[in-house]
């Protein structure tokens, strides 16, 4: 009886351990996954910023020469309301 009590106490350990292995190995996969988003996401910001700093200065550069900087995109005649 005894025997029986330790050999269902070792496959349960090892149903147990083979749980949480392939749980490791999920964590782990989602840990790249993450990763991988994090870089992606750090490129598109730098893009961001670039356009951003190109932004300024195109403004900027509007600015100086004394340009328009919002035209009108809405004809006097159109019908719209400018209120």
């Known amino acids: 009886m005894e025997f029986y009590i330790a050999l269902v106490l ?14 490791l190995m999920l964590l782990e996969a989602r840990s790249r996954q993450q990763k991988r988003r ?3 996401l750090e490129r598109a910001n730098a893009e961001l910023l670039e356009e951003r700093r190109d932004a300024r ?10 340009q328009e900087l919002w035209p009108e995109v809405i004809d006097e005649d159109s019908g719209y309301s400018m209120n």
């Open 10 to 23: 070792a496959l349960t350990l090892a149903a147990v351990a083979g749980v949480l292995y392939f749980y």
């Open 38 to 40: 994090i870089a992606e």
């Open 57 to 66: 200065a195109r403004l900027g550069r509007e600015l100086e020469s004394g």
